[in-house]
C-alpha cells in the first residue's frame, strides 16, 4: 500500500480535503475577480466568501448519484453556501477548476521536494569535505581501475543533486500556470480579465493558449524531473548496496538494535533500505510513461488522461518524498569502513598502478604499443598468478634497462592520485563560499 511510504506533509498535499480545498481556492479567486467586473453584489461576494465550504463525505455520497466528481462538490459548497451559491462557477467548465488547481497542488508538492533535497545536498558536502582525502579504489566495469577518493565519488553526488534543485525551479516555472478559459479555451462565456485577475490572485500566470485543459507536455515534464530525481537516488542506493557485498564492505547501512537481516541466517546484515530506494525508483520511472501517454488526448480534450493522474501524481510525489528522506538519513547514518577502503586499494597487489608505470615508460621515448605490451605481460602474469605486480615490474629486465629503482617506486605512489583533488573541489565548491 502507498500509505506505507507516506510522510505527513507530502501526504497531506495529495488528500482529498487539500483538493477540494484547492478547487474553492479557484472558485473563490474567480467571484471575487467577476466582482471586481461588477458582475457579483459585494454583498454576495461577501456571503460566499464568508460561507463556502464543502464536506468530502457529502462529496463523495452527491458524487454516488451524479456520476461527476465537481459536479458533486459544486452542490456541497452550495448547501453551504445557499442562494447566493448561482454566482459560483459562473462561465467555467470543470477544467478551468480542475486543471489551475492541480498547478497549485503540484506547486506545493514540488516546493517540498525542492525543500527536502537540500538536506541532501547539504549531508553529501559535509561528507565529501570529510573523506576528501581518503582513498579507494576506483571501479569501471566493476573491475578495479586506479585509486581515487571516497570524497570525491560523494562531490559527483553533490553536483548531481545541484542539477537536479535547478531542474525542480524550471518545473515550477513550467507549471506556474492555470486556465479560465471555458469550454474549449476561448472565453466565449468570461471576459480574459476574468481569467487575469484570478490567476494573479492564486499565484500562476495565464497559459497564453488552452484547449479545455492546458497541454500535458507540462505536466510529462514534471514528472520527468521527478524521474530523473528518483534515478539519482536510485543510482546512489545501487552504489551503496554494491559497497556492502561481503567481499567488497566499504560501506554499510546502519544496523539498528534489535534489526535482523534474514529469518534463516542470523549473520545477515543486508541493505534493505538502499534495495527498496531502487524498487521504488522504478515504479516512478515508470510513472513517467503514462504522463508521455497523456499528452496525446483527443481534439481539445477528451478523459483520458483524468484516471491515470489520479494516480501517478500523488504516488509519484509521496513516493519521491518517501525516497528522498530515506536517502539523506541513510547517508547521515552509514558506517564507512576507511580501514577497508585500504584493504581493497591493495586488494589486486598493485595492478591499479599500471598506467603509471605505462606512462613512465612513455616518457622514455618507448612507443606506446612497445609500453603498454611490457606493462600488459606482468599485468596478466600478477593477475592469473597471484603475484606482485611491482616485484614483478622490478625483476623486469627489459624494462629495468629503461626505468631506475627510483622511477619505478615513484609508479607506485598513492600521492600523485591525490595531487589533483583539492582542484577538484574547488571546481565545485570554489564559487559557493
Not at 76 to 103: M, N, Q
Request: aromatic share 8%; proline share 3%; glycine share 4%.
Amino acid at each position: 500500500m502507498i500509505e506505507r511510504y507516506t510522510r505527513p506533509e507530502m501526504g497531506a498535499i495529495w488528500t482529498e480535503e487539500n483538493k477540494y480545498r484547492k478547487w474553492l481556492d479557484v472558485e473563490l479567486a474567480v467571484c471575487e475577480a467577476w466582482a471586481e467586473a461588477g458582475e457579483i453584489p459585494p454583498q454576495s461576494l461577501q456571503k460566499i466568501k464568508e460561507k463556502a465550504g464543502f464536506s468530502v463525505k457529502k462529496i463523495e455520497e452527491i458524487e454516488k448519484v451524479v456520476k461527476h466528481d465537481v459536479i458533486a462538490f459544486l452542490t456541497s459548497v452550495a448547501e453551504k453556501v445557499g442562494e447566493d451559491s448561482r454566482f459560483i462557477h459562473l462561465g467555467l467548465t470543470s477544467y478551468d477548476v480542475v486543471d489551475t488547481s492541480l498547478s497549485l497542488l503540484i506547486r506545493e508538492a514540488l516546493e517540498k521536494v525542492q525543500k527536502d533535497l537540500h538536506p541532501l545536498k547539504e549531508t553529501l558536502k559535509e561528507q565529501a569535505l570529510q573523506y576528501k582525502k581518503t582513498v579507494m579504489v576506483g571501479r569501471t566495469h566493476g573491475v578495479h581501475a586506479e585509486p581515487i577518493t571516497f570524497g570525491v565519488k560523494l562531490l559527483v553526488w553533490y553536483e548531481e543533486v545541484k542539477r537536479h534543485l535547478h531542474r525542480i525551479q524550471n518545473a515550477l516555472e513550467v507549471i506556474g500556470y492555470g486556465r479560465i478559459s471555458g469550454s474549449v479555451g476561448t472565453y466565449i462565456h468570461l471576459d480574459p480579465k476574468i481569467e487575469v485577475y484570478a490567476l494573479k490572485k492564486l499565484g500562476l500566470k495565464p497559459a497564453k493558449v488552452s484547449t479545455q485543459v492546458l497541454q500535458r507536455d507540462r505536466h510529462a515534464e514534471v514528472l520527468f524531473v521527478l524521474a530523473l530525481l528518483a534515478a539519482s537516488l536510485d543510482k546512489f542506493a545501487v552504489e551503496l548496496r554494491h559497497h556492502q557485498k561481503t567481499e567488497v564492505l566499504e560501506l554499510e547501512e546502519s544496523f539498528t538494535k534489535g534489526q535482523k537481516g534474514s529469518s534463516s541466517m542470523p549473520h545477515k546484515k543486508n541493505p534493505v533500505r538502499a534495495e527498496r530506494i531502487s524498487g521504488l525508483a522504478r515504479v516512478i520511472r515508470t510513472n513517467l510513461l503514462a504522463a508521455m501517454e497523456n499528452i496525446c488526448l483527443w481534439h481539445e480534450r477528451d478523459i483520458s488522461h483524468s484516471s491515470t493522474e489520479r494516480i501517478i501524481f500523488p504516488d509519484s510525489f509521496i513516493l519521491t518524498d518517501f525516497i528522498l528522506a530515506e536517502t539523506t538519513d541513510i547517508i547521515k547514518n552509514w558506517k564507512v569502513n576507511t580501514d577497508r577502503m585500504e584493504e581493497n586499494v591493495n586488494l589486486t597487489r598493485g595492478l591499479i598502478f599500471s598506467q603509471s608505470v605505462l606512462l613512465a615508460l612513455m616518457k622514455k621515448d618507448v612507443t606506446r604499443e612497445q609500453a603498454y605490451q611490457l606493462v600488459q605481460k606482468n599485468s596478466l602474469k600478477a593477475w592469473n598468478e597471484s603475484r606482485d605486480f611491482k616485484e614483478l615490474i622490478q625483476s623486469d629486465q627489459e624494462i629495468g634497462k629503461i626505468l631506475s629503482e627510483k622511477e619505478i617506486d615513484a609508479c607506485f605512489s598513492l600521492e600523485p592520485y591525490l595531487s589533483q583533488i583539492d582542484y577538484i573541489f574547488e571546481k565545485v565548491l570554489g564559487d559557493e563560499s
